[in-house]
């Protein structure tokens, strides 16, 4: 690996106004070389563990795979950092705090090694647990980009946090229900439901019965695309797979007054 170019994929909560995140890029900078980061996005809430969790699963898939490692750098608790861990599947890598956010991953990567990250080369002594960012994080994604082997990083850990995900439920035959799980920063609602969740049901009902999305008092058209003259919110299909309302010239969110959390059901017939 150490003679292929490699991408560094970054989720975090850290923003751009405080040095934490050059000081994470800069120790990546001092130990290695021929990689590129990514800024995926350093808005998440601060310490919202599934806003990061959900944005790593709608996004990893479109990286070039055995060359991409994802760092999400998302903690519960402000100065109480959890164990830090690398998890290795088939294609990707991720390194993160042992804290539920890569419950995802896990899930559909098929992640087949976890690796508690404790080698004393890769850690900077004394870390302040308001500087792990730089001192273990950057340490171990810089020897890492080197061409270390995952094996090299510490010992293998089983009982690592995976937390409970909202998943779409067929609650009848003719309905499948979930929730909103994102609002993006043009008002776009993401759902939890995704396209297999409906093919699935279409598969026995048949490819030609009619399916709406359903959002509290909201009846929304599921398209291939919007078009002049087309409802004020419709349901599209988004990038990842997943079912996303939008308001083509608005905020679907202001729109439907809906918020993360909320119910939205498919319903066919």
Same mark, same amino acid.
């Given at each position: ?7 560094? @994929? ?9 040095? @934490? ?13 021929? %990689? ?15 806003? @990061? ?17 994802? $760092? ?22 991720? %390194? ?7 419950? %995802? ?17 890769? $850690? ?7 500087? @792990? ?19 090299? %990083? ?116």
């Amino acid at each position: 690996m150490a003679d292929r170019h490699v991408i560094l @994929a970054l989720i975090t909560d850290l923003g751009v106004r405080d040095p @934490a995140l050059a000081q994470f890029k800069a120790g990546v900078l001092a130990l290695a070389h021929n %990689f590129e980061f990514v800024d995926i996005t350093h808005d998440i809430k601060p310490r919202d563990l599934l806003e @990061a969790a959900f944005t790593l699963d709608r996004v990893y898939r479109d990286f070039p795979i055995r060359r991409t490692a994802f $760092i999400v750098l998302v903690e519960s608790l402000l100065g109480a950092p959890r164990r830090p861990l690398l998890a290795t599947s088939m294609d990707y890598y991720y %390194f993160a705090p042992d804290n539920g956010v890569l419950s %995802f991953a896990y899930e559909h990567d098929d992640v087949s090694n976890v690796y508690h990250i404790t080698a004393e080369h890769m $850690i900077t002594s004394p870390c302040g647990s308001l500087s @792990a960012h730089r001192d273990v994080y950057a340490s171990a994604v810089g020897w890492w980009v080197k061409g270390l082997d995952p094996t090299n %990083f510490g010992d293998t850990v089983n009982d690592h946090v995976r937390v409970t995900l909202p998943k779409a439920q067929r609650t009848s035959p003719k309905e499948v229900k979930g929730i909103v799980l994102a609002v993006q920063r043009h008002g776009g609602l993401v759902t939890n439901i995704s396209e297999n969740d409906i093919n699935a049901v279409r598969a026995e009902l048949g490819p030609q019965v009619p399916f709406r999305a359903v959002l509290g008092d909201n009846s929304i058209p599921l398209l291939s695309g919007w078009a002049e003259g087309a409802p004020e919110c419709v349901a599209l299909y988004g990038p990842s797979g997943y079912v996303e309302i939008i308001s083509a010239k608005g905020d679907a969110s202001k729109t439907l007054s809906a918020k993360r959390g909320d119910a939205v059901a498919i319903t066919f017939g």
